[in-house]
Nanobody, 121 residues
Framework: QVQLVESGGGSVQPGGSLRLSCAAS????????MTWYRQAPGKRRELVAY???????KYADSVKGRFTISRDNAKNTVYLQMSSLKPEDTAVYYC???????????????WGQGTQVTVSS
């Protein structure tokens, strides 16, 4: 079994910073892409940023210059450093990963449970 566990959410004032973490555990052979999504109340889930095992990185236009994604392959962990936070960044943030489990020959899609980020004065 593979699990993704997010941490680091919370409440912060506008202009503040938070760092999210997402650790993958279980019978993992390799991880290709690790992605952060978010979903605000009443809105569709949207991609925030992703990073591949090759080091390719992409950000949503709304977070470019404010958020930084990184990963520690040895720890199967992806991070999202969020700075200059705005009220519109308020959402549940979800981690997603494409994982090749031991004993299989295809990548499967896994999701974390989500962590709440609230930006408010």
């Amino acid at each position: 079994q593979v699990q993704l566990v997010e941490s680091g959410g919370g409440s912060v004032q506008p202009g503040g910073s938070l760092r999210l973490s997402c650790a993958a555990s279980g019978s993992i052979f390799s991880i290709y892409a690790m992605t952060w999504y978010r979903q605000a109340p009443g809105k569709r889930r949207e991609l925030v940023a992703y990073i591949t095992s090759d080091g390719d990185i992409k950000y949503a236009d709304s977070v470019k210059g404010r958020f930084t994604i990184s990963r520690d392959n040895a720890k199967n962990t992806v991070y999202l450093q969020m700075s200059s936070l705005k009220p519109e960044d308020t959402a549940v943030y979800y981690c997603n990963a494409d994982i090749l489990s031991n004993g299989t020959s295809w990548y499967s899609d896994y999701w974390g449970q989500g962590t709440q980020v609230t930006v408010s004065s």
